[in-house]
T-cell receptor
Framework: GENVEQHPSTLSVQEGDSAVIKCTYS??????FPWYKQELGKGPQLIID?????GEKKDQRIAVTLNKTAKHFSLHITETQPEDSAVYFC????????????FGTGTRLTVIP | GAGVSQSPSNKVTEKGKDVELRCDPI?????LYWYRQSLGQGLEFLIY????????KSGLPSDRFSAERTGGSVSTLTIQRTQQEDSAVYLC?????????????FGPGTRLTVL
């Protein structure tokens, strides 16, 4: 099955700086890569996603890049704010069978005011 | 509109007891997923329902775990003879699963503690 690895496990940045979280996946058949933000006591919330026919996608301060050849994708958050502090999960999906997501182990981002 | 809801939000039980966790998906969503999130870990897939098709149970960790979805809407995850290693947050997600609209929307989860 698919194996998703995520780094770093924790990340602290000063407010206004950029944060980058990286993930790799193992199954070349994966074609959908969402990123979720999880705040304490809440379920994961989708913040951005990318499909395998696209190399980069932006939404205001958030961007995701995908390198299919290297099988890795990254989340970039610019101009970080304290409210960006949360746990971020990357995921990958192989569009066969259950269509379930395979998740990374998460990155705890702390933005220091 | 209403999102995915789950109940109870917290459940404390004794080892060996059975528990039932409930998920109400977003209205009209045909696909429903259960995941488990252990402390400090990512989400682990458990089971998937799509419309009237037979569920995909490939992620269930043991035969103590089962789930059903009645009327294509509400789902119940049942854990029999609970063990301490079952302690985790159980998350439900649903998606429209039509026309490429496959984004999964998660509920707030049920935190299960087995004493």
């Amino acid at each position: 099955g698919e194996n998703v690895e995520q780094h770093p496990s924790t990340l602290s940045v000063q407010e206004g700086d950029s944060a980058v979280i990286k993930c790799t996946y193992s199954d070349s058949a994966s074609n959908y890569f969402p990123w979720y933000k999880q705040e304490l006591g809440k379920g994961p919330q989708l913040i951005i996603d990318i499909r395998s026919n696209v190399g980069e996608k932006k939404d205001q301060r958030i961007a995701v890049t995908l390198n299919k050849t290297a099988k890795h994708f990254s989340l970039h958050i610019t101009e970080t704010q304290p409210e960006d502090s949360a746990v971020y999960f990357c995921a990958a999906r192989v569009q066969t069978g259950a269509n379930n997501l395979f998740f990374g182990t998460g990155t705890r981002l702390t933005v220091i005011p | 509109g209403a999102g995915v809801s789950q109940s109870p939000s917290n459940k404390v039980t004794e080892k060996g007891k059975d528990v039932e966790l409930r998920c109400d998906p977003i209205s009209g969503h045909t696909a429903l997923y259960w995941y488990r999130q252990s402390l400090g870990q990512g989400l682990e897939f458990l089971i998937y329902f799509q419309g009237n098709s037979a569920p995909d149970k490939s992620g269930l960790p043991s035969d103590r775990f089962s789930a059903e979805r009645t009327g294509g809407s509400v789902s119940t995850l049942t854990i029999q003879r609970t063990q301490q290693e079952d302690s985790a947050v159980y998350l439900c997600a649903s998606s429209l699963a039509l026309g490429g609209q496959d984004t999964q929307y998660f509920g707030p989860g049920t935190r299960l503690t087995v004493l």
